[in-house]
């Protein structure tokens, strides 16, 4: 299924019934009197979460929505029937703005939580509501109002609990498949993921939590370039940020502390307070290095940075070092409102 994280909707409430202007006429009934019956209200537009879907992507071909007028009233002192409220579906981590001020509507961040996006038009009134001992055969009757109308713009931001920011190519998805049940696709050159991927981490009954993969970020990508940037959205509600880094030192001309300031310096273009969160350091493909040097490298990269949080040093494709990290990722989130690093082991 195509992954879809944003698009614009037109939604039009329903127009409020008209009241019905009649009196009574019937054989031996003399002064009948006013019987025109009030209309119905029109249908309101409700977007409702839906846990079954995980994406936007039936926007991309239904993009208008509008809900049912009310009836107008008739004789006989008949109201005009009030329309249904319509209902969209929507994934859990719906944000959900005005696209003319950018105004932000509502959020939609738990199952069947609803949010009134569009109120239909009020009913008019008929003849008979306006009757009294003074008037007695009254001929004013009002119209229903109009329905709202809004352009809506639809945001999708995962809910998850740890992300994952790297530049393209540093094995996001080789750990992600690793520590959960999420299949992204794997291969040695960048932008092999395309959109967000979610996984499970399990580590026993009641020990799990939720991590994002998300498209590797590239210099530039607050200017637009690369794929990572526009996906960003997905990690701002995350409680903790992995820095994935590839330390193999395959490429002589790549530094991984360069790697590591280039992300930091995006992120902090893109969003001041999302590049505060709590981000770890989590040097991979250790693998790829002779085992005499691996402790030299770690500390190396410490020291250029001046890091002061955890740093650890895995490999995806062997595993070494990522349960120990899944576990003071656990710890970490059961510990959440105390000190940021007790408890939990550094490399």
Not at 27 to 35: M, Q, S, T, V
Not at 58 to 81: L, T
Not at 234 to 255: A, C, G
Request: positive net charge; glycine residues 12%; aromatic residues 6%.
């Amino acid at each position: 299924m195509k992954f879809v994280d944003e698009v614009r909707i037109n939604v039009a409430a329903g127009k409020g019934g008209d009241g019905c202007l009649s009196f009574r006429r019937e054989k031996f009934i003399e002064y009948g009197g006013p019987d025109g019956g009030d209309g119905g209200d029109g249908g309101s537009i409700f977007l409702t979460v839906d846990p079954q879907l995980n994406t936007l992507v039936d926007f991309r071909y239904k993009r208008h929505f509008k809900a049912r007028n009310g009836q107008p009233g008739s004789g006989r002192d008949r109201y005009g029937a009030a329309a249904d409220d319509l209902e969209i579906r929507v994934p859990v981590g719906t944000y959900v703005y005005d696209e003319n001020t950018d105004e932000l509507i509502g959020e939609l961040l738990e199952p069947g939580a609803r949010l009134l996006v569009a109120k239909g038009g009020r009913h008019g009134f008929g003849n008979a509501y306006f009757k009294s001992s003074t008037n007695r055969a009254p001929r004013k009757i009002t119209l229903g109002t109009a329905g709202e109308a809004r352009e809506l713009r639809l945001e999708l931001k995962l809910l998850a609990d740890v992300g994952l920011l790297g530049l393209p190519n540093a094995g996001k998805s080789t750990l992600i498949s690793r520590v959960s049940a999420a299949r992204p696709k794997v291969a040695d050159y960048p932008f092999t993921t395309l959109h967000p991927v979610l996984g499970v981490v399990s580590l026993g009954p009641d020990r799990s939590f939720v991590i994002a993969d998300i498209p590797g970020i590239i210099e530039g990508a607050a200017e637009g370039a690369g794929l990572g940037l526009q996906f960003l959205r997905h990690i701002e509600r995350t409680r903790l940020l992995l820095h994935v880094v590839d330390v193999s030192l395959v490429d002589p001309e790549r530094d991984p502390v360069n790697d590591i300031r280039t992300v930091a310096a995006e992120l902090k273009k893109h969003n001041r307070k999302l590049a505060t969160r709590e981000r770890w350091l989590v040097l991979n493909k250790m693998d790829a290095l002779a085992p005499d040097i691996r402790a030299g490298v770690v500390q190396k990269i410490r020291s250029k940075l001046r890091w002061k949080g955890p740093v650890f040093a895995i490999s995806g494709v062997t595993g070494e070092g990522c349960h120990e990290l899944m576990l003071a990722i656990e710890e970490r989130l059961r510990n959440a409102d105390g000190d940021p690093f007790e408890g939990i082991s550094k490399a």
